[in-house]
């Protein structure tokens, strides 16, 4: 259950005549403070500036926001302190990996990592406190989940790591701890603040929302106002095995997934691609290669198999090769990552039966890919020595109160 659910409101911002309940102030879009000031007295453009102090000046202090009055900047302090969600700790990997953990205003903890990257340094940010999708091979699936973070929280992991790396983080990928689709309102809310025009403008080219595959939420996402890349987390090619290792695919088949990415595609024409956790003796033999080759070209396709669509597609006067009009999906290879390691202590439960391939039978695979016409990459593990590469997000230090 998500025990924040129950969280009382902040107290109000009292001011003139009116009042308003804002809690945490990174939560809102310029419209909103907009409208919080002014029922609160204030003139509303002091929501804008409000906004800009926080997003595009990225204060970590009120007093900081010069361009609001002295007299607003000494109660927002009092009222609204900027630190209900701060920067617990981090560690740095061997490879320049860092992972950061933050506390939230409920003392709960949640990771971000920051990798890296040729174009500058890219995060990857947490959505949830835990995960409630419970993936047998994710630590955080085996965790357990504790609550959604807010569109504040979210968007704070990306500030406080500028803040510390004191650079501008050049991607995000929400592909830390929880599913975004589940927290969807406040995911959406969060990345509209974070490529918003009056705040850090960061482009929505460079944002990949990472989901285990909820077609009603990835229609959703097509329809907003920007168009952020999306990976599916796809790891078995038929629904079969899918559902022995996610307990969502039991209720998302593949046809389902796949006709909403199509949809996504075509909406939005950016770039979607097919996470596949490569797990030795269950996912990577020959034939899976070539299987997960065809969906990523083919993906479930409807039209191919539907006679009625193909007579009035011909009908129309069209050409065989405009049926498809999208190159095959981008699939990225990812080695699994233990996780029952020093850094687990969940005592090794279903996760021990998993294992990394062979890096032979890793290139094997990536040939057969490659020769099949598909694009694919391969994911070299960052930060294994610190628990932060993909899937070791979790209980770390203690962890939880
Ligand atoms: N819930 C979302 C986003 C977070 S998971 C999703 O599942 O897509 C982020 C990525 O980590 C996913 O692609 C997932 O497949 C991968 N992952 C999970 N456990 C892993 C492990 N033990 N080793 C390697 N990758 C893992
Ligand atoms: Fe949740 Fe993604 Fe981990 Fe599955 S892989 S448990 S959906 S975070």
Redesign the pocket.
């Given at each position: 259950m998500d025990k924040r659910l129950n969280e009382k409101k902040a107290p109000a911002l009292a001011r003139g005549n009116g009042s308003a309940h804002i809690g945490n102030t990174y939560d809102y879009l310029p419209e909103e403070l907009k409208r919080i000031f002014a029922e609160a007295g204030e003139p509303a453009y002091r929501g804008l500036q409000v906004f800009e102090a926080l997003h595009k000046q990225a204060v970590s202090s009120w007093q900081e926001a010069t361009s609001i009055s002295k007299s607003l900047r000494d109660s927002l302090t009092e009222e609204y302190p900027l630190d209900s969600f701060k920067l617990k700790g981090s560690l740095k990997g061997s490879d320049g990996t860092i992972k950061l953990i933050f506390e939230t205003k409920t003392k709960d903890l949640v990771e971000g990592v920051i990798i890296p990257a040729k174009y500058g340094p890219a995060l990857c940010m947490s959505?949830q406190i835990g995960?409630p999708?419970g993936?047998s091979?994710?630590?955080?699936?085996q965790m357990g989940f504790s609550g959604n973070l807010s569109a504040g929280e979210i968007v704070l992991q990306f500030i406080l790591a500028e803040r510390y790396l004191k650079k501008p983080i050049e991607s995000v990928i929400?592909?830390?701890?929880?599913?975004?689709m589940l927290n969807f309102e406040n995911v959406t809310k969060a990345l509209e603040i974070l490529t918003h025009t009056n705040g850090r403008q960061l482009s929505s080219r460079r944002i990949t929302v990472?989901?285990?595959g909820f077609p009603r939420e990835i229609r959703n996402l097509a329809t907003r106002k920007h168009r952020y890349n999306i990976?599916?987390?796809l790891?078995f090619t038929s629904d079969e095995t899918r559902k022995k290792y996610i307990p969502v695919a039991r209720k998302q088949p593949l046809q389902a997934i796949f006709d909403a990415l199509e949809d996504y595609y075509s909406i939005t024409s950016a770039d979607v691609t097919l996470?596949y956790?490569l797990f030795e003796g269950i996912n990577c033999s020959n034939h899976d290669a070539r299987a997960l080759s065809y969906l990523a070209r083919w993906g479930f396709s409807r039209k191919i198999n539907d006679p009625d669509y193909l007579v009035d597609f011909f009908s129309s006067g069209k050409h065989m090769q405009q049926l498809f009009t999208r190159e095959s999906f981008k699939i990225n290879l990812?080695?699994?990552?233990?996780?029952n390691t020093d850094y687990d202590d969940i005592g090794g439960r279903a996760?021990s039966a998993?294992k990394s391939p062979s890096d032979d039978r890793i290139l094997d695979f990536l040939n057969i890919i490659k020769r099949c016409g598909a694009r694919v990459t391969l994911r070299k593990p960052r930060g294994r020595d610190i628990g932060a590469?993909?899937?070791?997000l979790g209980r770390i230090d203690g962890n939880r109160k």
């Open positions: 959505t995960c999708v993936c091979f994710c630590k955080t699936g929400l592909m830390g701890m929880g599913e975004p990472s989901t285990v990976a599916f987390s790891q996470e956790v990812i080695p699994y990552n233990p996780i996760a998993f590469a993909c899937g070791m």
